[in-house]
């Protein structure tokens, strides 16, 4: 391998979270990163320039976090608050409260809402445009069945998926009551819900190396096309080990996706032909996150160990960017052999 060369991870950006890193997003406008981490910090990166372009702190550890616009964006932490953060002046405004730790942060374009989901069970919607003051940027609290682990949205659509295999459907427009409750098809807990991109349906984690491919159309037909297929497992010596899969993250051009497991493992698939296209080389630890640049050409990937296993030693949290080939993630066209 030539000097100049990228490793075959990916770059390693500089400056990386100290502690367990919970997200990472990158902007819908250029190749910004947006970090969270247990660190209490969310941090801003040019992911192409590998430059750290601010940090901001917050009371307690970050869960999740999310853009605004291109030096912007909204922050969920286990201190209950949810946040907004302005990288160009340094300066960060509390937008309200939850009652216990807040796990999920969105930013609705088509609302114009910032959509935060907790462990105390309920999912809140803010105005980030109201004036300073909770009860005038809160537009909604919404009762969940149990805890919120997971949000995705996709146009006025948006999924909560919560403990207890729980996923509810709403309506952006009309928050009053779910769109449709649905129970996991998988049995284990959920780790992470992502939408398609073309707004027909969602894919779903578990904790137990599988991902649920799901269609928001209730029709037989409709239905008819939903499925499941496990992922991040090894077999040795006729023992299987089962993973986490932890992320999920769709190419925006081409529509496959990619998941990330406690295997250290990321794998990309064509969820339309049911087929793996790629994996990657094993990453030093557990993948925590996963996000594609709005182009498609860079994926970011988090390295960092997710305590599967409890306290124990383990490689240094890292964020690592790595350049996409269009074969790793473009469809490959169905061949039909023709009768001799």
């Known amino acids: 391998m030539s000097a100049t060369a990228p490793p075959i991870s990916g770059r390693e950006l500089s400056n990386p979270p100290s502690d367990g890193i919970s997200n990472l997003r990158f902007s819908n406008h250029t190749d910004h990163l947006l970090v969270s981490s247990w660190d209490k910090s969310v941090r801003l990166y040019d992911a192409s320039a590998n430059i750290l372009r601010g940090e901001f702190m917050h009371g307690g550890p970050v869960l999740d976090c999310c853009f605004h616009d291109d030096s912007s964006g909204f922050s969920a932490s286990a201190d209950n608050t949810v946040r907004r953060i302005v990288f160009g002046t340094g300066k960060g405004d509390i937008l309200g409260k939850h009652d216990a730790p807040v796990r999920c942060i969105e930013y609705s374009y088509a609302a114009g809402q910032v959509i935060s989901g907790s462990w105390d069970k309920t999912l809140k919607c803010w105005d980030p445009r109201g004036a300073t003051g909770q009860e005038r940027t809160l537009v909604g609290t919404y009762p969940q069945p149990e805890r919120v682990y997971s949000l995705s949205l996709v146009g006025n659509r948006l999924v909560v998926a919560t403990a207890g295999r729980h996923v509810n459907v709403y309506d952006l427009r009309n928050m009053s009551q779910p769109e449709q409750r649905r129970e996991s098809s998988l049995k284990y807990q959920t780790r992470c819900v992502r939408c398609y991109p073309n707004g027909t349906g969602f894919a779903l984690s578990s904790v137990e190396g599988r991902v649920a491919m799901e ?8 239905q008819s096309k939903k499925y499941a297929f496990k992922c991040h497992r090894k077999s040795e010596a006729g023992r299987d080990t089962v993973y986490p899969v932890n992320a999920i993250a769709f190419h925006p051009i081409y529509g496959t996706f990619a998941t990330g497991g406690c295997d250290g493992f990321v794998n990309v698939w064509d ?30 990937v988090a390295s960092s160990y997710t305590y599967e296993e409890g306290d124990k030693p383990h490689e240094p949290d890292a964020v690592f960017v790595r350049s996409i080939n269009e074969v790793e993630v473009k469809p490959k066209p169905k061949v039909y052999t023709t009768p001799a």
């Open 271 to 300: 969820g339309n032909n049911k087929k793996r296209l790629y994996q990657y080389s094993k990453y030093p630890s557990s993948i925590a996150a996963l996000s594609f640049s709005r182009d498609g050409r860079l994926l970011a």
């Open 215 to 222: 269609f928001f159309d209730l029709s037989e037909a409709g």
